[in-house]
């Protein structure tokens, strides 16, 4: 049924049949890739519309997805010019990169042949000729926030620098609002026990 539920949401968002578009929005809640990957397996072909030469390729990609539609091998499909995350993520260098999750693990097509016939083997039994690979896991946003940190020495000296006058800004406030309450506190109890 969750099957049948994902085909029909890809039909809806999609304008090519048996392929679905994974962006960093819903990559994780549609394939689960690093948490358990309970919606089945997932074939992931990772290119580039700004490279003209991979356009056939998708045409082929979105054919096979159509020719296993009954199957429990769900095709998805990231541009990298659209989201980089997930090229980041995944570790994705060169285009086309093909990713087989399944079994908890990530499985990296190396052949060079990117015909229907050779990819659905690799779906199908191929995958078992490879390193299972561990899935990253998602990239949240603090963690990018500490990558451009890391990369870039000026922005992480302002970075540390605005850290430190908040936390600075904040005990000040704290220890100013204290002294405050203290003397009305002290006053109103004298004043208390003189009447």
């Not at 394939?31 to 030469?53: D, K, M, N, R, Y």
């Not at 093909?98 to 052949?111: A, E, I, P, V």
Request: glycine share 8%; net charge negative; proline share 5%.
């Amino acid at each position: 049924m969750l099957y049948q539920l994902l085909i029909l949401t890809h039909h809806e968002c999609n304008a090519q049949p048996g392929l679905i578009r994974l962006e960093s929005k819903n990559f994780e809640g549609l394939t689960q890739a690093s948490t358990g990957q309970t919606t089945g397996t997932w074939f992931v072909l990772f290119t580039s519309s700004v490279e003209s030469s991979l356009q056939a390729l998708s045409e082929t990609w979105a054919q096979l997805g159509d020719v296993q539609q009954g199957a429990p091998i769900l095709h998805g499909l990231v541009d990298i010019a659209e989201d980089q995350h997930l090229a980041e993520r995944f570790s994705i260098t060169n285009v086309p990169t093909f990713l087989l999750f399944r079994d908890r693990k990530m499985y990296r097509y190396s052949g060079a042949d990117t015909g229907a016939d050779a990819l659905r083997h690799f779906s199908r039994e191929g995958y078992k000729d490879s390193d299972p690979l561990p899935v990253p896991p998602v990239v949240s946003p603090i963690d990018v926030a500490l990558r451009a940190l890391k990369g870039n020495s000026k922005l992480a000296v302002a970075g540390a620098a605005l850290a430190f006058a908040a936390v600075a800004i904040t005990l000040l406030l704290r220890q100013g609002a204290s002294t405050k309450a203290k003397p009305d506190n002290i006053g109103k109890t004298e004043d208390a026990k003189t009447q």
